[in-house]
């Protein structure tokens, strides 16, 4: 159906399309595709950051976090250390060598900056590297940049999005026009990086991010001892440029990098059981 | 006075201020490091009123020994207001006695004939202290000549060994190191402006054409430029420097041309330009080997990218400063808060390997700067909290794990080793506990002290956070 399509897209356009709407969105999806292909900057900012989780990535655009992207997580109240943990997390995923296991398709593994203003954030204390550590994040891979003003952090922000030598950069920004995170947005877009910010703020503006996130927290998954084994965060996806909007509670295992969907179950024995079959099946994925 | 106000009704009369004459030879020989790098201001011995400048492969650039005397001697008159007497000889001490002495305000003198030209002049012409030259002129040496007929033998034994090591210095015999008020830069551009710039751009333009005359150098030596240093010469005698440190060694113009322009703008330099820059000079302090590097083939782009980030670190610590940047590194330490330091990032740092991090505890994402007491309940004194309050929140443990016991490091306290009883002197023991709340909030909480042991009341504190 759309093959005629496509086969005349470099003349222009010959007849006016008919008048159906499913055609209309046909000849639209074409033309989209055939746009894709002609322009090579759009190819980069297609590359995808998937979470691994069908559910997730079904409510994403190409079946991930875009990776030229401003991306916001949003702390739920109390949850600062868990949003700052799921950052760490998916900085983790970004940041680690390919070599120890089936990876995302990240741009390339390398260093990720993280811009901390040095006027936020005090009260919950400052990183500690260990802990990142067992969030799967190697702190030797992080950069700490420290800034004193609002317009300090924007720049740096920005002048580490346009030099493309980070793979990853995250920040915590308290206020943020429409217009700013419009900027921060195309930098992120034109160098294919992905750009994540912290919004501590109750009221939010609206802005140009592609995906809002809020973080809450969640009971951690406990292995057989009844210890912690893996963190759990109540995860929702606010907003979604061309994607669904969701909510699920995700736990994330530091040492594959691997997100996967909690089995909701208040029961320990229960959620054992629930929990080797999830094994299970990772297992089995893994071996296929 | 009284007598010399009457006489001279004009005379004005100030108190000698040492350290503010200091302060502005210090910037005159700054400024006459438009002429060459090598300048040393005069100490107390040599009369602290001048300075030495070693002209030494820099004359030809100003077309000769006389026109840079001239062309040192019309500046200084111009621009300070200064009748200067100079005088170029091979070592110092001759420069000097000339400069004091002869009658002509400049006075080159040719090469090897020091004891000819010094032999009219007084004996204070050798810098000798007042003393040793009221003996000399009693004994009746009254010029460097009477003394230069002399047998040496008996001067050694009569006077300080410095009336010797003087007169060798003033003839060559002996070396006279120079303390420049700079270090000699191992690399150095300088240009001169026909007429004076003001603007920024400008500045950043000429500085990115001297680093590109300085890159043929540094490439034939093999080597990148570590920390330069910018010299801007202004009409009116005024040097301005700005130094630009970078993470990792460097040729390309550009990026210092950047570097530079960040720094322009966090300093501010331009500001206060006055009449212009008439002269912009470029020096290289540190340099470091850069070894040359196979491109193209079978690249893996891990080198690329540690080039780009080392070009960004540049730029963002050329505006937040020098410290702003930093990574974490662990430290031997079993105490938390101890465990990590964060440190700048240098070139070791990100070019070499991670350090080690050894301990697979349990650690939280965040710690507090310093634990905060809580108010916890707890079933027995020495178990784990079920219910505590922080921050005026009380929250109910659903989950609680551990205890980890951290003891003080004993090794880093006073003898005797060991202490006779665990956590003595260093503060006491801490248990940790990871405690989950009803809403799925992760603390790290410690009770201070082993209940029975070291304290009768345990007191908790919150330590951490968890994701």
């Not at chain 1, 990776?67 to 799921?86: D, K, R």
């Not at chain 1, 920040?171 to 947005?185: E, F, G, V, W």
């Not at chain 2, 030809?60 to 006389?66: D, Y």
């Not at chain 2, 202290?129 to 007929?149: D, M, Q």
Request: proline residues 9%; hydrophobic residues 45%; glycine residues 8%.
């Amino acid at each position: 159906m759309t093959q005629p399509m496509t086969q005349s897209m470099p003349q222009p356009m010959p007849q006016p399309a008919p008048a159906s709407a499913l055609a209309v969105a046909r000849n639209r999806a074409a033309l989209m595709e055939e746009l894709r292909r002609l322009l090579p900057g759009m190819a980069d900012s297609r590359k995808t950051l998937p979470f691994g989780l069908a559910a997730l990535d079904s409510c994403l655009p190409e079946g991930g976090l875009p990776c030229g992207a401003l991306h916001e997580v949003v702390p739920a109240p109390y949850g600062i250390p868990a949003a700052f943990g799921f950052i760490a997390a998916i900085l983790g995923r970004i940041s680690s060598p390919p070599p120890p296991g089936p990876r995302l398709r990240a741009p390339e593994w390398g260093r990720v900056f993280l811009v901390l203003p040095a006027y936020g954030f005090r009260e919950y204390g400052r990183l500690h590297g260990h802990g990142l550590k067992n969030l799967g994040l190697d702190p030797a891979r992080l950069v700490l940049v420290e800034t004193a003003h609002r317009r300090d952090t924007l720049w740096a922000i920005e002048e580490a999005l346009r030099s493309g030598a980070p793979a990853a950069i995250a920040a915590m920004i308290d206020k943020l026009d429409l217009k700013t995170s419009q900027r921060l947005h195309l930098a992120a877009t034109d160098c294919g990086l992905p750009l994540f910010l912290l919004r501590p703020a109750q009221n939010l503006e609206s802005s140009a991010a592609a995906t809002r996130w809020r973080v809450g927290t969640a009971e951690a998954a406990r292995d057989r001892f009844g210890l912690v084994a893996r963190p759990r965060w109540h995860l929702q996806l606010e907003r979604a440029r061309n994607g669904r909007p969701g909510e699920w509670v995700v736990e994330y295992d530091h040492v594959a990098h691997r997100f996967s969907l909690a089995a909701a179950l208040a029961d320990p024995a229960r959620a054992r059981g629930a929990n080797e079959k999830n094994e299970k099946a990772d297992r089995n994925a893994h071996c296929a | 006075m009284a007598d010399a106000r009457a006489k001279a009704g004009f005379l004005q009369v100030r108190a000698v201020d040492a350290a503010a004459d200091d302060a502005a030879l210090r910037r005159l020989a700054l400024w006459a490091t438009r002429y060459t790098p090598t300048a040393s201001q005069w100490t107390e011995e040599n009369g602290a009123d001048g300075f030495f400048l070693d002209i030494e492969g820099a004359a030809h650039l100003f077309g000769g020994e006389e026109r840079l005397l001239a062309d040192l001697s019309s500046r200084l008159e111009k621009n300070f207001g200064l009748p200067a007497r100079l005088a170029v000889a091979d070592t110092p001490g001759a420069a000097w006695a000339l400069a004091r002495f002869h009658p002509a305000p400049l006075k080159i003198l040719p090469s090897g004939r020091e004891a000819e030209a010094l032999a009219p002049l007084p004996i204070e012409a050798l810098r000798l202290t007042p003393e040793t030259c009221t003996t000399l002129r009693r004994l009746g040496f009254k010029s460097v000549g009477a003394l230069l007929e002399q047998p040496r033998a008996p001067f050694a034994a009569r006077f300080s060994a410095k009336l010797l090591r003087r007169l060798d210095q003033a003839l060559g015999h002996l070396d006279e190191p120079l303390v420049p008020i700079v270090p000699p830069p191992v690399y150095h551009s300088l240009r001169y402006l026909l007429e004076p710039i003001v603007t920024q751009e400008a500045v950043v333009a000429l500085s990115s054409r001297l680093m590109g005359t300085l890159a043929h150098v540094l490439t034939r030596d093999g080597v990148g430029a570590r920390t330069l240093k910018l010299s801007l010469y202004r009409v009116d005698g005024e040097v301005k420097t700005l130094d630009i440190a970078l993470t990792l060694p460097t040729r390309n113009a550009v990026h210092v041309a950047r570097m530079i322009e960040l720094k322009l703008d966090a300093a501010a330099a331009t500001d206060d330009a006055g009449f212009g820059f008439e002269a912009i000079g470029l020096a290289v302090t540190r340099a470091e080997p850069m070894p040359a590097r196979q491109t193209e083939l079978a690249s893996t782009g891990d080198g690329d990218r540690t080039e780009c980030c080392a070009a960004l670190i540049d730029a963002l610590r050329q505006r937040l400063g020098p410290a702003s940047l930093r990574r974490l590194e662990p430290v031997e330490s079993h105490i938390p808060e101890r465990a990590e330091v964060p440190v700048p990032i240098t070139s070791e740092t990100l070019a070499g390997p991670a350090p080690e991090r050894k301990t697979e505890q349990t650690r939280p994402l965040l710690l507090l700067p310093h634990a905060e007491p809580t108010e916890v309940t707890a079933l027995v004194p020495d178990g784990p909290p079920r219910r505590f309050c922080w921050r005026g929140v009380t929250y109910e443990v659903t989950g609680a794990q551990g205890p980890e016991r951290i003891g003080a490091e004993w090794w880093r306290m006073p003898p005797p080793y060991p202490p006779p009883l665990a956590g003595e002197g260093g503060g006491p023991t801490r248990d940790y506990y990871l405690v989950e709340d009803s809403g799925g909030r992760r603390f790290w909480l410690f009770r201070e002290g082993l209940y029975g042991r070291e304290t009768a009341a345990a007191r908790w504190f919150v330590h951490g956070l968890f994701a």
